[in-house]
């Protein structure tokens, strides 16, 4: 599976985008899909994730409460909605998708992975 992310920008602290990631294939719908992020300096790191269904959603603590991740299997897409941004949220996201089980929702082991969309947040 190919995926592009897209979405990524400049944004004020306290403000909010919408992060899309599109998949090829007829299988998308087979994959669990994650969100992470690197900042300048820094390892990557889990951000949120979905299971194939979109029943379940993971989100990594200083995101929760702020961030939404969603899918729509019919537009093979996935969804990152961040609300409330933090300078400190400012890196570079990826989408990632996982041959995962069920209701399975990773933070780790992906299989496939997007090119990085920048997401900076000005103070």
């Known amino acids: 599976v190919q995926l592009q992310a897209s979405g990524g920008g400049l944004v004020q602290a306290g403000g909010s985008l919408r992060l899309s990631c599109a998949a090829s294939?007829?299988?998308?719908?087979?994959?669990?899909m994650g969100w992470f992020r690197q900042a300048p300096g820094k390892e990557r790191e889990f951000v949120a994730a979905?299971?194939?269904?979109?029943?379940?959603?993971s989100y990594a603590d200083s995101v929760k409460g702020r961030f939404a991740m969603s899918r729509d299997n019919a537009k093979n897409t996935v969804y990152l909605q961040m609300n409330s941004l933090k300078p400190e949220d400012t890196a570079v996201y990826y989408c990632?998708?996982?041959?995962?089980?069920?209701?399975?929702?990773?933070?780790?082991?992906?299989?496939?992975w997007g090119q990085g969309t920048q997401v900076t947040v000005s103070s």
């Open positions: 990632a998708a996982d041959r995962a089980i069920s209701s399975h929702v990773p933070r780790r082991g992906y299989d496939y």
């Open positions: 294939g007829r299988t998308f719908s087979r994959y669990a």
């Open positions: 979905v299971s194939r269904s979109g029943s379940t959603t």
